[in-house]
């Protein structure tokens, strides 16, 4: 370990202070509800609105900015989890979750069917639809958290979590231990199981067997527990876990996950762009059919299921092959599935940080000058609606081309130190090229879609 | 007693949040912000563009009193949106051609869906906003 955040002054006594990360949580929930209030009460128009500009401008630009810099931010300010903990500590340690929900398919799912109803519900555009889900994270989180353990919304069923949790598998931090061998004496395990005064992980995470950032909410409860302040936030190379065979368990589910993770950071870009209205029309036709749901409900089932399965077991298959070892083929698939993560970043990163956040950062300025003049209040002036970019639009597209391509140089890196740590012996390069080529057509992919002109979708299925 | 605590507490909880959800409804219902575009001036307004297609063009804005006679003298004032959060909107101000009739230089800066809403203010200072929609192809 090189530096340990919590080490450092003033932010690192933050992070440790008992009611840090309330701080963080309130202030977020004062900011969330505005935007409840706005998107519920205010005009129904997007770009006005602080409800739908916060939520798919800033709340998704910084995030992408904040794991990319420092780690998973949001979930540790997550103000959906305010209500969580309170009923949490009124239903005691409620039961276990399912043994068969444990594992990320439902997250899968549940990532796949919100994306999904983000296209089809044209989300970004309707203020009190917006409202509405975020009204829905509230109380899902509060009935799950009510009745189970061990935080299944945060776990298994968040689609942001799940995001997060996939995205901070390239963060430069992760939480350790300073030296195992206090943890392997330590007779309270409090890390994990509480204090008392504090709650113990609520994802489970056993503080010195973590090696990765998956589940792990950055709530820093393991070090405010720890009675010998031997748990860490390190900061790590971020290719940490996309290079290092051991940092997961192979599992399909993990590993599936950053497949659809990676294809719906494509997808998702795919929806603003011209082709999709295209093929769009073409199945409406082909169906017989003008239910802009289900078709789109079968683009995305291709492009977020469909492909990413078959294109990661393809790859998979053909890499044990020219390896020529005899091994599962979800061992095969875990060799090589996480090296896909930087490039998987770098598409969602130069669509939501590149794209929608530089492009319409300081909109929010005219939009929070009109919130405050309809109550009549005017110490800020009178908006001035010609803000909104950061970056000029002309740089826009280079920005994204060089994200991806660092991404993909990333990956590509990625590839070839897993393949020199590979079980028993090095894998050749033929063994690679399954994956080399999943990665340039992806990238390619990428480069494509964000050199199409973007277009606001919504009303324009005919069927 | 413990089992009974505990579902009264979750019970308070869940009152808190389902209060406050009531509220923002109320707040919404009783119409407790002046927001919503609005046009009670008994004026039609109508706005055609030349052309919907990316790029530059020109909306016509007519205005007529409720016996169909143009509305002259009027300042209007054109705002055009697309339905995605975080676009800057096209700011343009109507100059009178004829009677009752109002050209504004546009842009359609994106296909997609557009929100046009028309700010008219009357000689007399009464004024009203009508909202227009309107879809642009991609080019």
Known sequence: ???????????GRFLRWRWGRLVLQTALLAVTAVLLYDGFTGRPLAPTNLATVVTWVHYRGLVMLALLLFGNLFCMSCPFTLPRTLARKVSGHGRRWPRALRSKWLAIGVLFVYLWLYEWLDLWASPLLTAYVILAYFVASFVLEAIFAESPFCKYVCPLGTFNFASATISPTQITVLSPDTCRTCPGKECINGNGDVLGCGTELFAPQISSNMDCVFCLDCARACPYDNVALALRNPLHEATTPDAWPRRWDLHLLILVFAFAGLSNAFGMVPPVYTLEAALGRWLHTNNEGLVLFLIFAVLNLLLPVGLGLSAAWLSRRFAGRREPLRVALARYAPALLPLAFAVWFAHYAGFHFLSSAMTIVPVFQNFLLDHGLTFLGTPDWTLGPLLPGAWLDPFEMVVVLAGFAASFYAVGVRARRADGRPDTLAAQLPWLALLLALALAAMFIFYLPMEMRGAGFAG | MTTRMKTYKLGQITAVFLSLFLVLLSASACGGRQNHPTNDTGVTVTAEPAATAVGETTLVVTLTDAS????????????????????????????????????????????????????????????????????????
């Open chain 1, 1 to 11: 370990m090189t530096y340990n955040v919590l080490s450092f002054p003033l932010i």
């Open chain 2, 68 to 139: 169909g006679q143009p509305v002259s003298d009027a300042t209007v004032q054109v705002r055009g949106d697309m339905t995605h959060a975080g676009m800057t909107p096209v700011l343009r101000t109507g100059l009178p051609t004829e009677p009752g009739v109002y050209s504004v230089p546009f842009e359609w800066t994106m296909a997609g869906d557009w929100i046009v809403t028309v700010d008219f203010t009357l000689a007399d200072g009464r004024s009203g906003t009508e909202t227009f929609n309107f879809s642009i192809p991609t080019s």
